[in-house]
């Protein structure tokens, strides 16, 4: 092997890297297992732990939260959370552009325009405007008060398609800010938002370990406000806040009186809240102690402590004495502050017309004290009797990121239309010298102060933003509140619980599976090539996961199935390059000349068949979202993983050996194994034709069942809602699908039992066009309110939405990650356009797929007989697996609807059969090389009898690890195991008897023609 010196280097290097990332996963574990130590089951300790050691560096100068951010996270399927596509409505945003114009051309326009369900809906609206009427203009419609800077009556409809697309853009921009900065100050670790489908005006949040899904619901469907406010300078409310000071530190002094007293004395309300203020100094002493700490830092404590005894508002808010900010507070007091202010004894102290709000993001950064970011408080003044802000975002016209010629800091210009330019100029007459506060959601994002009045509608804004956030800023500006609400189109609810169970029996089938593989190998090529192999494995499982952990990959279950099915896959490379290294040795070579030809020859047929299952990785990376692309991930990195481990890593191994012992005898085969396929010499081309029978009424079989059973889709394909529900008692299923059916009238209604006896999946399209913000708990209701004749009198529909727990006869709340929690487990909901999505994607990946495959394996033997072979193999494959979902859905004891995970399985099957009908030809071709002058029928049943071990291997250890999987790795990814396994039979026999044979018969179809020809 050439520059060996590199592979080693190489090796060692990304090894050092895989390290290196996957150090912070085993961090944030210690971490994480002394915060549930600490919280003992609580979760709000457990977070409040958390967040009180995010900011100190514990690991290679790097600060836990850092850490956090670098850890291979968990997907909510084995987390539990919350995942969310929120959909901005683009004719909801052209509506309001248009400020709600009621002219018959552009109702009828937007009618018909909505009822194209395919194409960009801004072209599609152009085109309906223009069937209308030929001469009738856009601009009429959108030379608002608003746009009439962009748009003039003179505009063509081209130009004002051109600015109304950048507007949408834009208000879908401003939405993704908005939806982000409610999201960070939700308080959620580790939360994900993201942008998908360019300006299809989609928002993709995945929030884990959330257990108020309605909460969450209200938090990101609802409209924004920016809003314009006056302030009150911090000089002002000083002697106000002295006030507050003393009375918080007397109303401390007679909540530690009462302390001392029987607990049989009556308490009045404000003595009760007093005590919850003592419980909750108790709980950040206890936080604080918890810690490892040195003496110095106990005292500081015990300073801290007394500090907030005697001054108990400054202690915590500090001093102010500049602008609007009355202080600045660290993360974790901010409740406390607010509890304060709410007391009925500091709200006799304050001004009627006073009103807080907390600064955007920190005013300072964490402290090597208390490792907490700083939020100022900002005092607004409320100047009308209304209690509304004198100015709202709706008067902003356009606004834009900008340079200060001076200073060179990032700054905001914007523009305001007539009406607010006027309000504009009194505002900022009668503050000069004062502040104005710029609020978004509650939360201050600037606070600028006026130097003289602003006249005509024009100002700037600057407060130290980076150009990132100046660009933020400008579009929240440009936006005001968001000009359609977010609407959940697509949402996914997990339980804690039963994410639990999907990691251990993930965990246990991937132990399974690769125990069993590394037996395999060991057994059938003997001791020492066996462990070579499996050092491999172990090695190319080693890279897969710090690769993954490079990336901040997030771990899902159908990626644990990658990451299993890659393991499976990862053997043929070994299988390849051990068959052609024991035929080296039978053919009379030495073990150091065998293992270098072995390794030559395989080479070629491990490239070609492992990147044809790259393609398919691909594909379903571009077109899959969520779980779909989790998988792709996986299956991704783990192909490129074990080529390099398979390749390189077993190759360094094998001759350290030769280098240390020339005398090694390594047969590559044992005792059981050595006549296994050996002297094979089975004419398959001669019995083509019976394969050929068996393969078309097996897909005629499987058509007709597709004609008149058809498939069962899943909510992913039909929109609806699911979910799993857990019992305290064994259920019959059918029982209460019956109970449901009066419940959900005129609507399709599935349950299915889940895994245990007394866990169902109950899955409707009742509603499923219901996009309001209530209408998840509308069904909630009626799914309660339809099994209570199976559920204890004593829940309530909020322990059976929240989960609960039955301990000693007592129902409650569950409020642990406990595996007994009862009620729903998890929840999903997908619209129905977001569904004609997916089918179209998941068309369009299969269609995609093949069409690459065909042209790749053209591309490799430079003959179509090839890639026709090939391409109608995976198609008979295809069918066949669907064709089994068809026959099967209603009969097996575990759900096979026609889903996403569904299609990554056709694809994947795709990818595993063109492997190994690549390996077949690529031996095809290399023996046409070597036996120009023999038959075509003689050279294929040569190849095909020398890879049947090969292909016996492979596909044994791939159906091994699956049924692992399939016994072992619970109820939500069984239908796809079975869809797997399915395909990799299917594969195998179409590899022998379709793609060969026909390859074959084009073959000689071509041969004849060009004797003829001569």
């Not at 552009?106 to 194409?119: I, L, S, V």
């Amino acid at each position: 092997m050439q520059n060996k010196g590199f592979i080693r280097i190489f090796s060692i290097a990304l090894g050092l890297v895989c390290l290196f990332y996957l150090s912070f996963s085993v961090v944030t574990v210690r971490y994480s297992k002394k915060a549930k130590e600490f919280a003992k089951g609580d979760n709000e300790l457990y977070y409040k732990y958390m967040d009180s050691v995010a900011g100190q560096k514990v690991w290679l100068g790097y600060t836990l939260k850092e850490c956090r951010e670098k850890e291979i996270s968990l997907g909510l399927d084995l987390k539990g959370g919350m995942n969310v596509i929120l959909g901005i409505s683009v004719p909801d945003v052209l509506v309001s552009l248009s400020e709600y114009n009621q002219t018959d051309i552009f109702t009828k326009a937007m009618d018909n325009a909505k009822k194209r369900k395919t194409g960009d809906f801004l072209n599609n609206f152009q085109e309906e405007f223009e069937k209308i009427d030929q001469n009738a203009r856009l601009s009429t419609i959108f030379s608002t008060i608003g746009l009439k800077e962009k748009i003039q009556l003179s505009s063509t409809n081209k130009q004002v398609i051109e600015v109304l697309r950048a507007e949408i853009k834009s208000a879908i921009d401003n939405s993704f800010n908005v939806l982000r900065s409610r999201i960070d100050r939700f308080g959620v670790v580790q939360p994900n938002i993201q942008q998908i489908g360019g300006n299809d005006g989609r928002i993709l949040v995945e929030l884990p370990g959330i257990k108020e899904p309605e909460r969450v619901r209200k938090l990101l469907q609802g409209s924004a406000n920016l809003e314009f406010w006056e302030t009150y300078d911090a000089s002002e409310l000083s002697n106000i806040l002295e006030q507050i000071n003393s009375a918080l530190r007397d109303i401390n002094v007679v909540a530690t009186a009462d302390s001392t007293t029987t607990a049989d004395v009556a308490k009045t309300p404000e003595v009760a809240q007093n005590q919850e203020v003592v419980k909750t100094d108790s709980l950040k002493d206890v936080l604080k102690q918890s810690m490892d700490s040195a003496t110095n830092v106990q005292a500081d404590e015990k300073a801290q402590q007394q500090a907030v005894k005697n001054n108990p508002l400054f202690a915590i808010l500090g001093r102010s004495s500049m602008g609007p900010q009355l202080g600045a507070v660290a993360t974790k007091d901010t409740a406390k502050i607010m509890e304060y202010f709410n007391m009925p004894q500091v709200k006799r102290l304050l001004p009627r017309n006073l009103k807080l709000q907390w600064t955007v993001k920190p005013v300072s950064p964490a402290n090597d004290v208390d490792h907490n970011d700083r939020y100022g408080l900002i005092a607004l003044k409320i100047s009308n009797r209304e209690g509304i802000a004198p100015l709202s975002g709706d008067v902003i016209t356009d606004a834009r990121q900008d340079f200060d010629q001076i200073t060179n800091e990032s700054k905001v210009s914007m523009r305001m239309n007539s009406e607010g330019a006027s309000t504009w100029a009194r505002l900022t007459k009668a503050n000069i010298n004062k502040s104005i506060a710029i609020s978004l959601d509650n939360y201050v994002y600037s606070s600028p102060t006026v130097r003289g009045e602003i006249a005509g509608g024009n100002s700037e804004i600057s407060g130290h933003f980076t150009p990132e956030e100046a660009k933020d800023l400008a579009n929240v500006l440009k936006s005001g509140k968001m000009p359609a609400p977010a609407r959940i189109i697509q949402e996914d609810v997990v339980g804690p619980s039963l994410g639990q169970e999907a990691i251990s029996k993930g965990m246990i089938s991937f132990v399974l599976a690769f125990f069993l593989v590394l037996l395999y190998m060991i057994f059938y090529y003997g001791l020492v090539p066996g462990i070579i192999a499996d050092i491999a494995l172990l090695g190319n499982i080693f890279f897969m996961m710090g690769i993954l952990a490079s990336f901040q990959a997030t771990l899902t279950l159908p990626g644990i199935a990658g990451i299993v099915l890659t393991l499976g896959m990862a053997v043929d490379a070994n299988v390849l390059i051990y068959e052609r290294i024991r035929e080296e040795i039978e053919g009379g070579k030495n073990l150091k000349k065998a293992i270098e030809a072995g390794f030559s020859n395989a080479l070629s047929a491990i490239i070609d068949g492992q990147l044809t299952t790259l393609l398919t990785g691909i594909i379903l990376f571009i077109l899959g979202t969520g779980p779909v692309k989790g998988f792709a991930t996986t299956l991704i990195i783990g192909i490129t993983t074990s080529l390099f481990s398979s390749i390189f890593f077993s190759r360094l191994m094998f001759e350290y050996l030769i280098s240390k012992d020339k005398d090694w005898k390594i047969p590559f085969t044992t005792g059981l194994t050595k006549n296994w396929f050996r002297n094979f010499n089975i004419d398959f081309i001669k019995i083509r034709k019976i394969g050929y029978g068996l393969s078309i009424t097996l897909v005629t079989v499987c058509i007709l069942s597709l004609a008149f059973r058809g498939l069962k889709p899943g909510i992913d394909f039909s929109g609806g809602r699911t979910y799993v529900v857990r019992f305290e008692q064994p259920i019959d299923a059918e029982n209460v699908r019956n109970t449901l059916e009066d419940v959900f009238p005129n609507s399709q209604l599935s349950v299915i039992t889940m895994g245990d006896a007394n866990q169902v999946r109950i899955s409707t399209n009742y509603s499923e066009n219901d996009g309001s913000e209530n209408a998840n708990d509308k069904v909630e209701l009626m799914l309660y309110s339809g099994l209570k004749p199976f559920l204890n009198t004593k829940i309530t529909q909020d322990m059976f939405v929240h989960r609960y727990t039955v301990n000693n006869g007592a129902y409650q709340l569950s409020d642990t990650d406990d595996k007994s929690a009862l009620g729903i487990q998890s929840s999903s909901s997908v619209g129905p356009t977001i569904a004609g999505d997916m089918k179209t994607k998941a068309i369009w990946a299969v269609i995609i797929s093949l069409i690459g495959i065909f042209l790749y394996v053209l591309l490799r033997f430079r003959n179509y007989a090839f890639s026709v072979g090939g391409v109608v193999a995976l198609a008979h494959d295809a069918l066949f697996t669907i064709g089994c979902y068809s026959l099967f859905y209603s009969i097996m004891p575990f759900s096979l609807e026609i889903d996403q995970s569904f299609v990554a399985a056709i694809l994947t099957i795709i990818g595993y059969s063109i492997n190994d009908t690549v390996v077949i030809f690529d031996r095809v071709r290399e023996n046409q090389a070597l036996y120009p002058k023999r038959d075509i029928a003689d050279i294929m049943n040569l190849s095909l009898n020398q890879t049947l071990s090969r292909t016996f291997s492979t596909t044994f250890t791939v159906v091994l690890t699956l049924l692992a999987m399939f016994i072992l790795g619970g109820e939500v990814i069984r239908g796809f195991i079975f869809a797997m396994l399915a395909g990799v039979v299917a594969g195998m026999l179409s590899t022998v008897f379709v793609a060969s044979p026909l390859a074959y018969d084009i073959l000689k179809k071509e041969s004849k023609s060009t004797k003829k020809k001569k």
